[in-house]
């Protein structure tokens, strides 16, 4: 039988009957098996972990030793090209919010107006909304979007103006506001 150093749990009442802590000896190699485990559940996080990393970013992992399979398809030689600029779409229902920022007098009508005759029909008076901002000495032009998918529709917007920036926000509740700012010049002035 193993001898164990006396210690904190051999100190017990004298009337109590049982006298010492029950230890038994480890068994050899119990180390392996849990490091064993620890390395499989590794191993099965990281696989995991890149393929779900493949689904968000579209880009494949299966290069890897550990995730390629034998019926995978060959790589292409020539990847296929990315886009470098994205069209923008906007259903022309989709009513657009023209606010005027400054103090010259009917600037979101005809800001509106304009951007009918660019094919915004969304900020048509029968569709969107015209009206002064709350604060009107707005300096830059912004052109607020709430869904990621309308950036494309917001830059496109701030191009047909001649002016100003887009900024994805919540802060507005239809889906493209313009807010104009003292930078903004009507077409032909």
């Known amino acids: 039988m ?9 100190n017990v009442p004298e009337d109590l009957l049982r006298v010492g802590a029950h230890r038994a000896p480890q068994k050899k190699g119990r180390g392996w098996i849990a490091f064993a485990w620890a390395a499989l559940a590794t191993v099965i996080l990281v696989v995991i972990g890149l393929s779900a990393l493949s689904g968000v970013t579209g880009r494949s992992y299966s290069s890897l030793p550990f995730l390629s399979s034998s019926s995978s398809a060959a790589p292409s030689a020539t990847p296929s090209p990315t886009p470098t600029t994205v ?6 229902t989709v009513p657009i919010t023209v606010l005027n920022g400054t103090l010259t007098t009917n600037l979101a009508n005809s800001a509106a107006d304009y951007l009918v005759s660019k094919g915004w029909t969304g900020a048509g008076p029968d569709v969107g909304a015209r009206a002064n901002a709350t604060d ?11 869904a990621a998918a309308d950036e494309a529709a917001a830059r496109q917007i701030v191009k047909d103006l001649g002016t100003g920036t887009v900024l994805l926000s919540t802060a ?4 493209i506001t313009v807010v104009l700012g003292s930078d903004y010049k009507q077409p032909g002035s």
Do not use: E, G, M
């Not at 069209?87 to 022309?92: E, H, I, V």
């Not at 507005?172 to 889906?175: A, C, E």
């Open 2 to 10: 193993a001898n164990y150093p006396h210690d904190s749990f051999d």
């Open 87 to 92: 069209a923008p779409k906007l259903d022309p």
């Open 136 to 146: 009107q000495h707005i300096a830059k032009t912004v052109v607020y979007y709430t």
């Open 172 to 175: 507005f509740p239809d889906r």
